[in-house]
């Protein structure tokens, strides 16, 4: 066991320090609320055509297709979830998932791995990557692959122990040209120097896992489902911070509320919270890939794609990239309760594409604002990385300028910097400016 492991397990109550500390910030983090505001101002032109950015902003590409790793491959495609941790000795790292299917480059990726191409043993392309960069400079001084052998590693969750929860959102089961199931959650330690031992966390559920937040004073995970009839769950581990020791999977009930998706008739409101509880799941490995169906029947209410998920302080935020009537996307919020039921509430919902379509990975900003990250392809729809005020009103902070998705948002611990991957053709930029609680 880590010491960082050790700790969290000793004191869970004040986990949010670590949080922070861990992982990308989060709201507090021992900045001072501002009041809400409107956004930056309209995104200005990029003389380079990669990404539009307010006044004042700039980015910086750290990482992009093709190039050179470290331990001799070269950066996947398919950039999506990604966390940033401070490691110490002035570095960070940022762990970073590649949604690749079996049919995709790897980058040529070999060693220790969870499933290999059957007949070849070539590990399969999916996992993570992970960029160590000079704190001060942002230089990177080295990235090479942390996981391998897993199937479209969506996005994840940092933990308050310092390490990279990383989802896969496929549940292919070993079927000749691949040699084991899929559908589970990794971890991978920030401080890992190269690939780790791959290890599948089972009793976390067998599903189309997109994204994992830890609520730090408990050590319970939250977990989001890729599905248009998804469900919502949280993992209560028997030891909190050893996850790879089993636990119990619920799945969240919310009190008369079967749908929040809001497509046929309104059954979420927003700003209205309601009273949430939960059910608990057995045999979460599901061969048949049926929890969701089971937990519906349980009583569990059913999300539209749910995707991104982060931790505040206190209070969570997950999205659902196609609810609302307009089918362009809704952002919750759930504020777990140590006794009695939790309150959730529908944070805000899309009237129109042009406002915010299909926001996937999130985060939190160190003011509490949101980062949305869009990823949307129809009608040549231009991505772009969405705010959304502490009242639940959109902004276009970031339009993306080729035909890709933004994805993996994340802060520096010091609140300096904003990390975000372009999907494809992959490419990690570093973003910095006049933040407002700078």
Not at 367 to 386: A, P, S
Not at 413 to 435: C, E, Q
């Amino acid at each position: 066991m880590t010491p960082d492991r050790r700790q969290f397990l000793r004191a869970a109550s004040s986990a949010f320090a670590a949080l922070a500390a861990a992982g990308c910030a989060a709201r507090g983090g021992g900045l001072a609320a501002l009041p809400v505001g409107d956004g930056y101002g309209a995104p200005v032109p990029d003389p380079a055509g990669l990404m539009d950015l307010p006044p004042g902003f700039s980015y910086r590409v750290l990482s992009s297709l093709g190039d050179a790793m470290d331990d001799g491959g070269t950066v996947p495609d398919a950039a999506d979830g990604m966390g940033c941790f401070d490691i110490g000795n002035g570095e960070l790292a940022l762990v970073r998932n590649h949604e690749l299917s079996p049919n995709q480059d790897g980058g040529g990726v070999m060693g220790r791995a969870y499933d290999t191409v059957a007949r070849s043993l070539i590990p399969l392309p999916g996992g993570t990557t992970t960029l160590v960069l000079d704190a001060r400079t942002l230089a990177v001084k080295r990235q090479f692959r942390s996981l391998a052998g897993t199937i479209r590693n969506c996005a994840g969750g940092i933990t308050p122990w310092g390490s990279w929860l990383t989802c896969e959102e496929n549940v292919t089961r070993a079927n000749g040209r691949v040699n084991k199931d899929h559908g589970y959650v990794f971890e991978v330690p920030a401080t890992a120097a190269g690939l780790v031992d791959p290890v599948p966390l089972t009793a976390m559920g067998r599903f189309n896992h997109e994204a994992a937040c830890v609520d730090p004073s408990s050590g319970i995970v939250y977990l989001t489902e890729d599905r248009e009839d998804g469900l919502l769950y949280r993992f209560i581990p028997t030891r909190p911070g050893e996850l790879a020791r089993g636990g119990t999977l619920q799945a969240l009930v919310v009190q008369g509320v079967a749908d929040t998706r809001n497509w046929d008739m309104v059954s979420m409101t927003q700003g209205r919270p309601l009273a949430g509880t939960w059910v608990s799941l057995d045999n979460p490995e599901a061969p048949e890939d049926d929890l969701r169906q089971r937990g519906a029947a349980a009583g569990a209410a059913l999300f539209a794609r749910g995707e991104g998920i982060w931790m505040g302080e206190g209070e969570f935020y997950f999205t659902a990239t196609s609810g609302g009537a307009a089918r362009q996307g809704q952002v919750f919020r759930l504020r777990p309760t140590l006794h009695g039921p939790d309150a959730i509430d529908l944070f805000y919902e899309s009237p129109a594409m042009a406002e915010y379509s299909f926001g996937d990975n999130l985060t939190i900003a160190p003011d509490g604002e949101l980062f949305v990250c869009e990823d949307q392809y129809q009608d040549d729809h231009v991505n772009h990385l969405r705010g959304l005020t502490r009242d639940g009103r959109s902004y276009a902070f970031a339009r993306l300028l080729v035909q890709s998705e933004t994805a993996g948002a994340c802060f520096s611990p010091d609140g300096h910097t904003l990390f975000v991957n372009v999907y494809s053709p992959a490419k990690t930029l570093a973003i910095t400016g006049p933040w407002k609680w700078l």
